[in-house]
């Protein structure tokens, strides 16, 4: 009877060891990880010679994950990012002498931008994880209908930072995340200050 005992006591303590080394197995991370995305970037430009609302557009990248520790790691990115806005009709808010006589007045940008995230683990499973850190975007094309001059509308360059979360399971890895602009992208003058912000959603692979 005794040796019976012990054998389903045995079993049962292997089993369950079994159970806790995949579950831990489950939740461990790679030091090193890499995958791709893609989604929505719905965006607005707030100033006074813009519509008021958010744009829906598409964005994708690439990633790195660097998992330095159980709580913490690091993700830069590379992300094609389109975003767009409407001036107002109000000619007395708008740059008029810009602009010609037609009633399109919406403005297109592409940009590459180069995020820099703390990762920071919520709970144990490390599926979870909350992201911090800034973003660098360069403008690559802007296209603005009805434009008289080859001015450009936008600087160059501009300057967020991002805060969001992040689900990380085994193969697929999904998000969303709120940027906010700090660069003022007005390229014209000093009179107005123009600023970014946009809702990022997207759903990817990470290998």
Known sequence: MIKYFVAISLFFSTAGFSQVNKKLDMDHERFFRFGAK??????????????????????AGVFLQFNISNRLGIQPEVNFVQSQSA?????????DDLFLDGSQKKAKLNYLEVPVLLNVNI????????????????????????????TGFYKNSEWSVIGGLWIQAPLINLGARYKLGLTNINAIDDKQTWKSQAIQIFIGITI
Do not use: H
């Open 38 to 59: 893609a989604g929505v970037n719905v965006n607005k430009i707030s100033g006074k010679s813009y519509e008021s609302g958010f744009k829906y557009n598409f964005q």
């Open 87 to 95: 001036f107002t009709n109000d000619a007395t808010e708008i740059y």
């Open 123 to 150: 709970g144990p499973s490390k599926r979870v994880k909350l992201q911090l850190g800034p973003s660098y975007g360069g403008l690559l094309k802007q296209t603005i209908d009805s434009l008289k001059t080859n």
